[in-house]
């Protein structure tokens, strides 16, 4: 009888356990309480191209410009001309004043550097950077006119590193822009290739 009693008690007590629990699992809770940043939380989507004029009136603070002072991936060591217009050489001349952000090459970069000039300037100024590449070839090749001769001649080998980037940015006379196959970092270190290789000749004389 005992033993009957018991079992009876303790069949309560699990009915009991049963109840609470799911009385406690559809007792969801449907309000969050204080939400620390609720713009974070529960961003609103609103299309990239949108009008975003009227979003201020909202409480909204978004006005779908970059954050000031940030540059985009891919945009670092920024150029401060713009291509001159045609007949005008003003930011040609001024990109003189340009200094190279990179002051030296690393064993890593300088390999690298030299592929990225084989493959984008070599074709013309030749793998010595004496212009005669495949594409000029003694004269013998599909490219009539002679490319620079980047070591060897002194009007190259005296044009600063600004006006080298703003030729290579924006292309100059039957040079195209290499803009879209080089980024602003890998022109500026195939420039930092070219005065090193144009010091070396020199220092070798």
């Given at each position: ?8 008690i303790s069949l309560l007590f699990a009915i009991a356990f049963v109840a609470v629990a799911t009385v406690s ?23 990239t191209y949108a009008d975003h004029s009227n979003l201020a009136e909202k409480g909204i603070n978004y006005n ?142």
């Open positions: 009888m005992k033993n009957k009693n018991k079992m009876n699992c559809n007792d969801i809770k449907r309000t969050p309480g204080s939400v620390y940043m609720p713009d974070m939380a529960y961003s609103r989507a609103y299309e779908n410009l970059p954050v000031a002072g940030t540059l985009a991936r891919g945009k670092e060591m920024p150029f401060p001309y713009a291509k001159d217009a045609v007949g005008d050489s003003t930011n040609y001349v001024a990109s003189k004043s340009v200094v190279n952000p990179i002051d030296s090459l690393s064993a890593k970069d300088l390999a690298e550097t030299e592929r990225l000039y084989l493959i984008n300037c070599g074709i013309c100024h030749g793998a010595t950077l004496n212009g005669n590449g495949p594409l000029y070839k003694d004269g013998n090749g599909p490219y009539a006119a002679k490319p620079a001769t980047l070591v060897g001649d002194a009007k190259y080998e005296n044009m600063p590193a600004g006006q080298m980037f703003y030729s290579v940015a924006y292309g100059k006379n039957l040079m195209g822009s290499y803009a879209s196959q080089l980024s602003r970092h890998q022109r500026w270190m195939i420039i930092k290739y070219i005065k090193n290789k144009q010091a070396a000749a020199k220092a070798a004389k």
